[in-house]
Each structure stands twice: as C-alpha cells, then as structure tokens.
C-alpha cells in the first residue's frame, strides 16, 4: 500500500486524447519533425513537390545554412520585463515576426488547402499571403476568414494584364490588405525532382503512381474523394491548353511548360507603377536578391521588399536571403520594410533575421509540412511551435521586445 501511495504521488496518468492529429503532434518538437511526418504520409512525388528546391538544390540548402552560419552573443543582467514578440508591419499590428509566404498547389498536401492555414494565420495573429496559383479562390478565403485577418495576395506577371486587373479587382472587393508581385519567375526553375518523377499538377493517379497511392492510402482516399483540385483564382479563364488561354488546372499539366507558356517574360519596373495605378492598398515585390534591386524598389515607390530566392526553387546558386539582409537595409535607409524569405525554420532564425535588420521573415515550407502532417492543428502546432520559439530566445539573449533586438546581438562567422 505504500508503495502505491508512493506512485500515485509522483505518477499522473495522462487523459486520453481523442483527436489522432493531437495524438501524432505531440511527437513534432520542431519543423523537422513535421517535414518527417509529412514524408510519411504523403506520396513521394507530392513530398519532392513540396521539399525539393532547383537543379543541385545549393541555395534550398543555403537558405537553411546561413542561419546555421550565424550564432548570438547573448546579454543577461538585463532585468527583462513582459516578453512581447508583437511588432507592426505595413503600419498594422504583428503578433510576433512571421507572414506565411503564397504557395502554389496547397490543397496537394491537405484537402482543406489555404483555407486551414489561413485561419490559423488567423488565429495566430499573422498575415496569410494567398498565391495566383493557390487551389481556394480570394472569395472563399475571405468567406473564410476572420474579421480581423490579414490576407495579401500574391501576383504573378500573366501575359494577359486584363487577367491580372481582373484577379487584383476582386482582391480589393474582398478586403484583401496588400498585393504581393512576385518577379523572379521570368522563366521556372529546373525542380529535377519533379522531373523525374514525371509530376503533373495536380497528381495524376495511374500505373505509375498506383503502388506509392497504396502505400499512402490515407492521402490517396482523401484526395479522391475531394473536390477536384485546380488554380481556383484563374478558373473560367479559358482553356488548359498549354500555350493557350490560361486554365483552371483541372486538367493535369507540366507545371514548368504552363507556367513558361503563360507568364510574362518581359516583366520590368514599370510594370509595377502599373500594379500601383490598379491598386490602392500596399504593394510588395517578392524576389529581390541585390542590395541594387532593392534600392530600385524603393525608387519604385513599393511598401515592402521581399528578399527571397523562391525557396530555393528557382535560379540555383542565388544568394540565401538571410544574408542579404544587413546589406539591404543599410542601403534602403528605412525608405521602406524589409521582409526575409526562405529557410526560417526555428523561433531563432526568426530572431536573427530582425536582429540583422528584417521588419519580418516569411515562411512556406514550414507550413505545407505541418498541414500534411496533421492538417489544420498541425498549422496551428507549427506557428505556435514558432512563436513561443522567438519568445524564448529573445530571453535567453537579453531582449524582452523585438524594437530591442540588433545587431550587436548576432556572432557572424
């Protein structure tokens, strides 16, 4: 008996838990832990989609490296007060220093697609940013949505400017707060993982993706018995035919020879003094990779330049965002914010990055990985897994808000 008094003193069993997404998230310490996770249940030619970067993948691992690359020189003593992660961002309230950046093709890794990371966005006080190529229209995000909601939409450079009109009009309608144009796509990248798994978009289930669809027969069933999935902002637009009218996506088709055959590859910086003459609220330019291209922005009269190399999956050997970020803002002058694109996948990057200079950072990945992993909880597991991440190593190197993050605070090897 006293040894059962003993172990009921010291033992407390744990109540069970009957959520499965609840369950599997306890193991996720990390984002690495959510990109295993996804690996597990998605097929393999989705995870490579989501995973993989251009040619060598040399900047997807830069991206990632250059955070590594950078330690703190932590202050103590400093008598820290509350711990406040909040900043501001295009002059609107910022719960801690995160947007999560457009990404193509959402619904791939979840049936519930942008309309689940929006709302945890949502929740988590955080701007969600919508892609061109996004599988839930600007309607149903902002039916979605909640009162308080940042949602940006992000722009492709279509040849066809009365698409882009059309596309940017019923952002505005919807309550959109900022268009994001993104320009580093004057051609798409090589993704040599999806080349050689033959990938079309969306995923064509036949012989030669039937056995990987039976070894993940949770996705498999979920992706049949959901709506078709499809670029939901430019369907009705015309016909799928690649170098024709730009289509829906429902009929499955190379991403690589669409995209080359729709976009603009004469894109410049007028166009985006035409962008601002059809849109009244913010505009950003997603893609710049040199202090030259930043100082034209700013020139160019943009809100907000973000420094990103796609993810990795464009031009390999393009320079990490990170890096360029104490450069960027030394020559901006604060003309303008400064947002870091790319391989934040820790609450401590995040720091670096406004440490360095950065007014935020941006992340997709980081997402698409948790959503696959435990769909919507698991986007709220991975932004809280964020937040209280910034939190904690903004005590441990001395700053109890971020105005008192800088740069004395980063050990630059």
């Known amino acids: 008996m006293g040894m059962l008094r003993t172990l009921r003193a010291v033992v407390r069993l744990r109540r069970p838990e009957r959520s499965r997404s609840v369950r599997r998230l306890r ?21 490579d989609y989501i995973d993989g970067g251009a040619e060598d993948e040399s900047a997807l ?16 003593l400093r008598g820290l007060g509350e711990m406040d992660t909040s900043t501001t961002l295009l002059g609107r309230p910022l719960a801690f220093p995160l947007v999560l950046a457009p990404t193509g093709f959402t619904r791939i890794a979840d049936p519930a697609g942008e309309l689940a990371v929006l709302r945890a966005a949502g929740r988590a006080g955080i701007p969600f940013t919508l892609s061109t190529m996004g599988t839930r229209s600007i309607e149903e995000c902002a039916a979605a949505a909640s009162a308080d909601a940042r949602l940006w939409f992000q722009v492709y450079a279509w040849r066809d400017r009365d698409l882009i009109r ?36 969306p995923p064509e289930i036949g012989p030669g993706t039937f056995l ?8 498999t069933w979920r992706f049949l018995r959901s709506d078709p999935i499809r670029f939901a902002n430019v369907e009705g637009a015309g016909s799928d035919r690649v170098g024709g009218a730009p289509g829906d996506g429902s009929t499955a088709v190379d991403l690589s020879a669409y995209m080359n055959s729709q976009f603009d590859h004469g894109l410049s910086w007028k166009d985006v003094g035409w962008l601002r003459s059809i849109w009244d609220g913010p505009v950003l330019v997603k ?4 202090v ?13 330049v973000v420094l990103s190399n796609h993810g990795g999956r464009q031009l390999d050997g393009a320079p990490a965002p990170f890096d360029l970020v104490p450069e960027v803002v030394d020559a901006v002058g604060g ?9 934040v996948r820790r609450g401590s990057d995040i720091v670096k990055a406004v440490a360095a200079g950065a007014t935020a950072t941006m992340g997709g990945r980081l997402f698409l990985y948790a959503l696959a992993a435990a769909g ?31 740069a004395e605070l980063l050990e630059w090897s």
Do not use: K, Y
């Open 27 to 47: 193991s996720a310490a990390n984002v690495e832990d959510l990109r295993r996770m996804a690996r597990r249940r998605l097929p393999a030619g989705v995870f």
């Open 61 to 76: 691992r830069r991206n990632t490296g250059s955070f590594a690359a950078v330690g703190f020189r932590p202050r103590v």
């Open 166 to 201: 059309s596309m940017v009009e019923r952002a505005a309608a919807a309550g959109f707060e900022a268009i994001c144009l993104t320009v580093d796509t004057a051609m798409l990248g090589r993704r040599e993982r999806d080349v050689r798994r033959g990938l079309t978009l």
């Open 212 to 219: 990987d669809g039976l070894r993940h027969p949770g996705w």
């Open 287 to 290: 893609g710049i990779q040199t």
């Open 292 to 304: 030259a291209d930043a100082v034209l922005a700013v020139e160019h009269g943009v809100d907000a």
């Open 335 to 343: 003309r303008t914010e400064v947002i870091c694109d790319g391989g």
């Open 376 to 406: 919507e909880e698991g986007v709220d597991h991975v932004l809280e897994l964020l937040r209280s991440g910034t939190e904690r190593t903004m005590a441990l190197v001395g700053a109890s808000s971020v105005d008192e993050l800088g």
